[in-house]
Every structure is written in C-alpha cells, then in structure tokens.
C-alpha cells in the first residue's frame, strides 16, 4: 500500500531550521514516495534502521542523515492506505533525553 504521510510540513520545517540535515530528509521523501507497506515490518524493508516501538505504540523510530537525526512516527495500516503521522523530530542526543524520560511512547510534538 502506498503510504499517505501526515504532516510533511513538520519535516520541511524541521529541515528549513536544521540546514544540514535538509539532503538526508530529503532522501528519506523520496524513499517513502515509493514505499510500499502493508505491514509494520515493511517499513524496515524501505529504512532499514527503523526501530518498531512496543508497548502496542504502533511507533516507529527513523534514523536520518546517518544517525544524527531520529524521527518519530506513529502509523496506521487501513484497507487502502498506510498512514504515517510525524510526531517528533531532532538530533540523537535530543532523543536520548526523551528515552531516558519514557516520553517515546507518547511524544506529540506536532
């Protein structure tokens, strides 16, 4: 199933104050453009970094521009769609901080 992305806008703007992080999103749209997923796994298929949360988050965790950018994604796999909405970007260390607090799990930044 093609993947419909929510809030794209969150990615642009993240990338517009994050200059040297705008290649590496960029290379990470044009991946998700042609994705196809009809199961949790197969987003590991397409980025093969990505972390599965548990917890029966239906979270995912995107490592971008060579691990110095984490992306928080929670998803959603309807009958004709899968559905990614971003929830929370930034740089490694700033995602470590929020592991520390148990805050992956429920983030929502945006």
Same mark, same amino acid.
């Given at each position: 199933?093609?993947?419909?992305?929510?809030?794209?806008?969150?990615?642009?703007?993240?990338?517009?104050?994050?200059?040297?992080?705008?290649?590496?999103?960029?290379?990470?749209?044009?991946?998700?453009?042609?994705?196809?997923?009809?199961?949790?796994? +197969?987003?590991?298929?397409?980025?093969?970094?990505?972390?599965?949360?548990?917890?029966?988050?239906?979270?995912?965790?995107? +490592?971008?521009?060579g691990n110095n950018y984490r992306?928080?994604?929670?998803?959603?796999?309807? +009958?004709?769609?899968?559905?990614?909405?971003?929830?929370?970007?930034?740089?490694?260390?700033?995602? +470590?901080?929020?592991?520390?607090?148990?805050?992956?799990?429920?983030?929502?930044?945006?």
């Open positions: 199933m093609k993947v419909h992305l929510i809030r794209k806008e969150t990615i642009e703007e993240f990338a517009k104050y994050n200059a040297q992080s705008r290649v590496s999103f960029n290379e990470w749209l044009a991946k998700l453009k042609y994705a196809d997923w009809e199961v949790p796994a +197969d987003m590991q298929v397409t980025f093969p970094s990505t972390d599965l949360l548990g917890n029966s988050s239906n979270r995912a965790v995107f +490592d971008i521009g992306m928080i994604g929670k998803y959603a796999f309807g +009958d004709k769609q899968a559905h990614l909405f971003i929830c929370w970007i930034g740089t490694h260390a700033e995602y +470590d901080k929020i592991c520390n607090a148990g805050e992956q799990y429920t983030i929502s930044a945006y």
